[in-house]
Structure formats: C-alpha cells, structure tokens
C-alpha cells in the first residue's frame, strides 16, 4: 500500500503561519478527491479542506479566507497553508486521498502532524 508522509506542523504564536505537506511514498492512480481532516482532543475528525480533480476547493467555514489547499499531481503532494492560525485550529491535522471505483471509496490517509496555536 501507498504511504503518506506529513510534515510542517508545530508550536506557534497566534495570528502565526504555517505550510503544512503531504506526500506520497509511491505511486497512486485514479485519485479523485486530496484533502486534509484535523482533529482536536475529544473532538471529531472534522474535513478542513479539499480539492476535487478539476481543481475545485471547499474549506470549512471555520478555515475559510485564511488557509489555502494546493496539489503537485507530479509528485503526488497536497499541501496545506494555514494563516492567521487561531487557538482554536490546534489539533492534529492528516492529509487525505480518496479514490472511487466499482468497489466503493478508497480512503488513504496520513499518520498526521500537530498543530498547535498558543500563546
């Protein structure tokens, strides 16, 4: 199986940026669908942003206007740019990739990477 490796996370101040990467230990096809999921302490895994194959974008409402989601198809990578982080972003974010065939939804996911805003 395809592994996914995460990095860019860490301790900041708020109002602090980051860039976080995903990237694929081999070679994966069909992908339909990258993204990143985060999760805090006690909290649900909740999706943060996605990229569809045509290039559309959701982010949650919470995330909207301060990260960004971006993809490099020749290395197989999603990154993830995380501005004006607030305490409330702390958690640990994993990166994500979906594939759809006649058998159903295939998800891939990273080990993830923490994130946390304090002051």
């Known amino acids: 199986q395809v592994q996914l490796v995460e990095s860019g996370g860490g301790l900041v101040q708020p109002g602090d940026s980051l860039r976080l990467s995903c990237e694929a230990s081999?070679?994966?096809?069909?992908?339909?669908?990258m993204g990143w999921y985060r999760q805090a302490p006690g909290k649900v895994r909740e999706l943060v942003a996605s990229l569809t194959r045509d290039g559309s974008t959701n982010y949650a409402d919470s995330v909207k206007g301060r990260f960004t989601i971006s993809r490099d198809n020749a290395k197989i990578a999603v990154y993830l740019q995380l501005n004006s982080l607030k305490p409330e972003d702390t958690a640990v974010y994993y990166c994500?990739?979906?594939?759809?065939?006649?058998?159903?939804?295939?998800?891939?996911w990273g080990q993830g990477t923490q994130v946390t805003v304090s002051s």
């Open positions: 994500n990739i979906v594939r759809f065939s006649i058998r159903g939804r295939s998800d891939i």
């Open positions: 081999g070679s994966i096809a069909g992908i339909n669908v």
